[in-house]
């Protein structure tokens, strides 16, 4: 019981988009309530919430103005223990998305410190007086562009906010903070969730003599969209006193049974590293949730690295892997060219569900759903205003689920705060909920297949040498060996296998006979028996 978050999979629910109930365009918690059973009835273990809490909304939810309420937009605390109590009667745990790192400039402690330089919330917040010139302290930018510093006319000083300059960073170094964040956990624990995705973990501690970051060392940084990436960012984020903090709230979570944390560990280079350190031992986080695969690459190198990596250096460490989330294009639309859209969908589904560690599935995945082309005048997020059109946000990926093919995908009766496009209602739950080989389909029977199939919860993994585009890799737990060969690309390709296999579980474009195993586009077959003995493909003629 205590475990039971190893080799899970969480399934995320990006409120504002998952079901309206009152009409008015967003989605809200009674609207999840009543869209549990096809959560429970996908086969995973656990329900991840975006951000519900009382909050202006600048940067949909991850800006809170009041942590231990719920924002009217989705409801009421009653409708939050609604849905805890549905969800558990259903088998599933419920974690939900803290932002401890910032709060809402609208947060009444941001207003209190903001007042002047000496009252009792002064320094709640990193505050800096400015360069005998005006400028900021030192060159820190924000992840959504520009300088990490606003002035602040009030206090006649410079605030840090990493994100938006509508989202001020706490001061971690200021124990009261941290007491006061943690008693907020605690509010949430006591009303039942099983855990907390701890957003931006890393970002917590600032380096408390304002060194300012040397340039990114690696020389393949030019001038981006965005120029975050061309910093080493070893001063304003991971600083070793995180860590003290990861501890206070770890033996919080001890007090109680089962509860977890997942913590988004945004690095660069040192991100492995990181997830390693933040993971380690009985007193940190449980899961660190990986970036390393929310990008473009799709090759079997790429996948191997990440595994291998992360266990090589972390060997007692646990990573939380995804492909898809509420802030990065969706994986069936980034992966497109590698193949058929709704078969690389299937295809990645079956690679994700056959890793070692934990795992994050986003809600529409589930069908394939295609990232949705947003125009100007319907940008809602933030960095989509600052870089469009080089970069066009995030709204893309987090436009409605769709549950049928009605006007709007039977979100809602109102108009959706993100429209919902031909493409997406194409790719509907009801159109999919029962036929053979649909993406739908193909995730519940993989996650049926997950679940009852420990090896691939708990084995460890080895990958065998192959040819791009072939990633294939042995889970083995005490004697138990399963091998799961994946077909990164759209030409087929035919493997020989030695000794004795048979297909196990849920394949796709996958014919095994006798010594061959032949692998469509796009194909991939788990094989019990084979224990790596795979040998070097030969294309088909
Ligand atoms: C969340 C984003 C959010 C940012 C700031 C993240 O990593 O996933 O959606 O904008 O933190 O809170």
Not at 285 to 308: C, D, N, V, W
Request: charge should be negative; aromatic fraction near 12%; charged fraction near 20%.
């Amino acid at each position: 019981m205590s475990e039971w978050w190893r080799g899970s999979v969480t399934y995320q629910v990006y409120p504002r988009s998952f079901q309206d109930s009152d009409g008015d365009g967003i989605g809200d918690l009674p609207g999840i309530t009543a869209r549990l059973d096809h959560i429970a009835a996908l086969g995973v273990d656990a329900v991840w919430l975006s951000p519900v809490f009382t909050s202006p909304q600048a940067d949909m939810g991850y800006d809170v103005s009041e942590y231990t309420d719920i924002d009217p937009l989705f409801g009421t605390l009653a409708d939050f223990d609604v849905m805890v109590a549905r969800a558990h009667e259903l088998g599933l745990k419920v974690i939900i998305d803290q932002v401890l790192s910032h709060s809402s400039a609208e947060h009444p402690f941001f207003r209190e410190s903001r007042a002047s330089q000496d009252n009792r919330r002064a320094d709640w917040y990193v505050w800096a007086d400015p360069n005998p010139d005006g400028t900021p302290p030192n060159n820190w930018v924000s992840v959504f562009g520009g300088s990490a510093w606003e002035w602040s006319s009030h206090r006649r000083q410079y605030y840090l906010h990493n994100f938006l300059a509508s989202q001020p960073d706490f001061n971690f170094h200021c124990v009261a903070v941290q007491d006061w964040l943690l008693d907020t956990m605690r509010f949430w624990l006591d009303r039942g969730v099983d855990g907390f995705r701890l957003d931006t973990v890393n970002y917590y501690f600032h380096d408390k003599h304002l060194r300012s970051n040397p340039p990114e060392p690696r020389n393949d940084v030019q001038p981006a969209v965005n120029p975050y990436d061309m910093q080493d960012h070893l001063y304003s984020k991971t600083q070793p006193e995180n860590i003290g903090f990861l501890v206070r709230m770890r033996l919080l979570l001890d007090e109680y049974d089962g509860r977890v944390m997942v913590g988004e560990v945004g690095e660069g280079r040192r991100a492995v590293q990181v997830m390693a350190e933040y993971t380690t031992g009985p007193d940190r986080l449980h899961m660190a949730y990986s970036f390393a695969m929310l990008g473009p690459q799709f090759t079997a190198a790429h996948f191997r690295k990440s595994i291998e990596g992360f266990f090589a250096d972390a060997p007692d460490g646990w990573p939380c892997w995804a492909f898809s989330n509420h802030d990065v294009i969706r994986h069936a639309s980034r992966w497109a060219e590698h193949g058929n859209p709704d078969d690389v969908a299937r295809l990645a589904a079956a690679l994700l569900l056959a890793l070692e560690g934990s795992v994050c599935l986003y809600q529409g995945e589930e069908v394939g759903q295609l990232e949705t082309a947003i125009e100007y005048h319907e940008l809602t997020d933030p960095p989509g205003f600052k870089f469009w059109p080089d970069y066009k946000g995030r709204d893309g990926c987090r436009t409605p689920m769709i549950w049928d093919d009605s006007a709007e995908g039977g979100f809602t009766t109102g108009r959706p705060w993100l429209p919902v496009k031909a493409p997406q209602l194409a790719r509907n739950v009801a159109g999919q909920a029962g036929v053979a080989g649909s993406v739908l389909e193909t995730y519940r029977a993989l996650l049926a297949f997950r679940r009852s199939t420990p090896v691939m919860q708990t084995g460890r993994t080895r990958f065998c040498d192959l040819p791009e585009p072939v990633l294939a890799f042995v889970r083995d737990a005490e004697g138990a060996t399963l091998t799961c060969v994946f077909n990164l690309g759209a030409a087929p390709l035919v493997l020989a296998v030695e000794g004795v296999a048979s297909l196990a579980g849920p394949s796709q474009a996958a014919v095994l006979t006798g010594d061959n195993l032949s692998l469509g586009a796009n194909g991939w077959a788990y094989l019990a028996g084979a224990a790596g003995l795979l040998s070097v493909p030969t294309r088909h003629a």
